[in-house]
């Protein structure tokens, strides 16, 4: 087990994707808390109605996990790519070769994009919170209000290798990896939140938008919430608990699937 | 005569496949396909494109779930093994690279997964003669780089069981000479090699053993020498019935050949000369006769290729029925000494 952990390790620290990835989510995560950091503070936002409203704990959340939706569709197409350049590199082949119990070889995989979540996890806080915590104080801002601020950062490691895992099972289930890229991508980015935000005005319907994959990742990490929406945010163990089910239905899914499958 | 014997750290391991058989749909790619391959010699895996040579292999090491029947190699399926890379290495394509990855990472992936040092991944950077290649990205390397890089990854965990599918596809001359060397070497320490290839010829000199398959089915199997056959010698002489009973007293069995010769079923062609001078008649020709392999590949594997569609068979018109005997090795320049 731990072989194969280390193999999928090095499997990702050895093509240049990596790196490439780690400049997007540090540049990202520095660039919305900067953002945010001046955007959240700025009177004429908070003190409008139709604004956002939050405590200062909020406030300071979303300052640091503002880079968080750009930091998950990058980690959605990780995990995508995890499994897809197997695919398609037929490298698949000497995976199952080398570890032949595919369940261990999936579970090892589980595990790397777990980690690889945390890694690029930190790479953004290293962005964010230094960008964001510069911003707060120039606005005279408390940058740590309270403990809790520990605790979404925490989180938004969780999250960003949750999704990842999400990823892995949308590889699976799209094995063309572009098409997985611009399917998972288009879902997550696009048609994911205007289903949300359509559903919201269905009162039918409204109890299912907090359980949606972006609303319960923006939940976990408990940052302000636009004012005057009808819809309450899960409180972030029940998001954390919602986004992980997603993750271990998609990657459990996509194991039973190449447990079966033949290799050719 | 099994060997396998006297070799120092190797011990030896089987392939054996028993009944194995794949239909994809309607289709059957391999059909009730039974062989055996010994430690020690090295077996050629023969069929033509599209007989199921890959699958079947694709099922010895797991990858794909054979509908009926098994396969086992030193015993177990090659799911059940706790270290496959100590066991068995296997060179399946050789485009199975990440085209972003140095070979050396490759390998390196590959190491961590069977956790070897390192140090082993040089080492057979070094013995497959792509050290100054290995940090290159493999996007860049030629077919016959990655040939030696796919072999390199074979033999990781210095394997008992080798299994190679077109190993030589690609490689230059040099590269191909080299190859068969190396095999030998190899099945000399008592590994079980296996090889796949279309071609009976590319194999002819490496291999011990053949297994040929063709639609799916077997179609032959044994020892590359019994496919040979027993070798005979070949002589065209004014009166072949003559010669014939000449040598029968001389208890040689003779028979008559194409276009007048006579196939005298002994390699010793000093005898035939001898007896041939006593009986007063002229030597024309006397050389080896040998099977064409070629022609006899041709005539097991080619005569329904479904991959080809009815009644659309190669035209193999110049294949005839029985071996046609190859000409090689006339030693006697007596040919048309009449005329």
Redesign the interface.
Known sequence: MG??I??E???FF????WWGMAIGIFVSAALFSGFFGWALTSDDITADQTGVEGSATQIVNSVYTGGLSVGYLLMLTVGIMQIG?EYR???I?????????RVTAMFAKIVALLGIGAVYGLISLLGSVSVGAMVLSLRDIDPFPSTEVLRTLALSLLALGLWALIGLGVGILIPNQVAAILVGVGVAWIIEPLLGFGLSFVDALQGVVPYLPSQATNAMVNGVTQSGVEVKPLSWWAAALVLAAYAAALSAFGTWRTV?Q??? | MTTAQTTTSTRGARIEARDLTKTFGAFKAVDTLSFEVEPGRITGFLGPNGAGKTTTLRMLLGLIHPTAGSATIDGQKYHDLDHPQSIVGSALEATNFHPGRSGRDHLRVLAAAGGLPDSRVDELLELTGIPAAARKRAGEYSMGMRQRLGLAAALLGDPRVLILDEPSNGLDPEGIRWLRGFLRHLSNEGKTILVSSHLLQEVEQTVDDVVIIANGRMVRSGAMSELRGAPSTIVRTSDPAQLAGALRVADVLAQPGDDGELIVETTDKRLVGDVALRAGLPIWELRDRKADLEALFFELTEGTNRNLGDGNAVPTATAPTTHAPHETDAISGQEGANE
Do not use: G, V
């Open positions: 072989a194969a280390k193999s390790f090095r499997k050895t093509t240049r994707l350049s590199h037929k490298t082949t000497s995976t199952f070769l080398s570890t032949p119990k079966r033949d290799i050719s």
